[in-house]
């Protein structure tokens, strides 16, 4: 996954909307499909109104997440109805996770988008449907570093699974977010200072204007080591999804006007589940500025 002079850039790791796509996924993003691309994965699927699909989750485990829209999940002889949503920016909502090697079909009656989350798994887990009033929310940052991050597959949040992290950010217009930009490209068991080896896979969504105009949000991505150069600076739009193998991410920003959502999914080589970062050294000090600033109202009208 590098561009020709040997940096991955934002042409090969920005991947507008739809340019993945094939038949009825909006978005295809496979574990192992692409070169350097070896644990995370992302299936966006639209569902006409009556419709279905089925998969099967062959060397993964899957959460499925409605992104508008609600769906019924059949798996393992049972049917579980995941109540959906408007859009992403209206609450939490219903999840379930499917083990490794199991076969899911899911029909809609009134349509949606679901977003299937994967991640190379080896241990069958029991399928668990987490309904949204019980999706850990955190209101994170302060000032205009404000946003609300929704914990349904964070670490301690939900942790019968082998190796898969997911999680939903929302930063409101006009803030900052994935800041103090960080990374987690390398395993440190120091205890004064752990880092997990984590590749990351952000899908965003951009609220629309009060009048129907598109939003817009911006990307970042660093070098974090000599022999893992990495250079994205990427104008992202609803359905984009960037790839972070490696690197310092963040930060990410919200046009004005505009609250940006976007879909983190983790998960990485070694064989405990973990969620430990690295703060970008010259960008850790504004953590001790969010108490002063105290936290932007906004982000509690998306919990």
């Known amino acids: 996954m590098s561009s020709t002079s040997g940096t991955p850039n934002s042409s090969e790791l920005h991947l507008p909307a739809g340019s993945t796509g ?32 089925t998969t099967i989750a062959n060397g993964v485990e899957v959460m499925v997440v409605p992104l508008s829209g609600g769906c019924e999940v059949a798996v393992a002889g049972e049917t579980h109805t995941l109540r959906g949503r408007r859009d992403v920016f209206a609450s939490a909502t219903d999840v379930l996770y499917v083990p490794v090697g199991a076969e899911l079909t ?94 990351e896979i952000y899908y965003y969504e951009i609220q629309d204007a009060p009048g129907g105009g598109p939003g817009f949000g911006y990307h970042r991505t660093t070098t974090s080591g000599e022999d893992t150069p990495i250079d994205v600076l990427s104008e992202v739009r609803s359905g984009d999804t960037v790839l972070v193998p490696h690197g310092w991410h963040g930060p990410c920003a919200a046009a004005p006007g505009h609250a940006m959502y976007y879909l983190n999914v983790m998960a990485g080589p070694e064989p405990v589940r973990a969620w430990n970062i690295t703060d970008h050294p010259e960008q850790t000090w504004v953590r001790g500025t969010w108490e002063e600033l105290g936290t932007d109202p906004r982000a509690g009208d998306f919990r």
Not at 44 to 53: Q, T
Not at 129 to 142: H, K
Not at 162 to 176: F, H, K, M, Q, R
Not at 183 to 189: F, G, I, L, M, S
Request: hydrophobic residues 35%; glycine residues 12%.
């Open 106 to 199: 899911l029909r809609s009656s009134e349509g949606g988008r679901f977003a299937l989350v994967t991640a190379v798994a080896t241990a069958a887990h029991p399928v668990a449907l987490i309904r949204a009033e019980d999706v850990p929310v955190e209101i994170r940052g302060g000032g205009n570093m404000t946003r609300t991050v929704r914990n349904f597959g964070a670490v301690g949040a939900f942790d019968a699974m082998d190796s898969l992290i997911a999680c939903e950010v929302i930063t409101p217009g006009g803030n900052w977010s994935s800041y103090p930009a960080h990374k987690h490209d390398t395993t440190d068991d120091d205890p004064e200072h752990r880092e997990s080896q984590l590749e």
């Open 22 to 53: 094939r038949g009825t996924y909006e978005t295809i993003i496979d574990p192992g499909a692409r070169d350097g691309w070896d644990h995370t994965g992302l299936r966006v699927l639209a569902l006409p109104p009556g419709g279905s699909e």
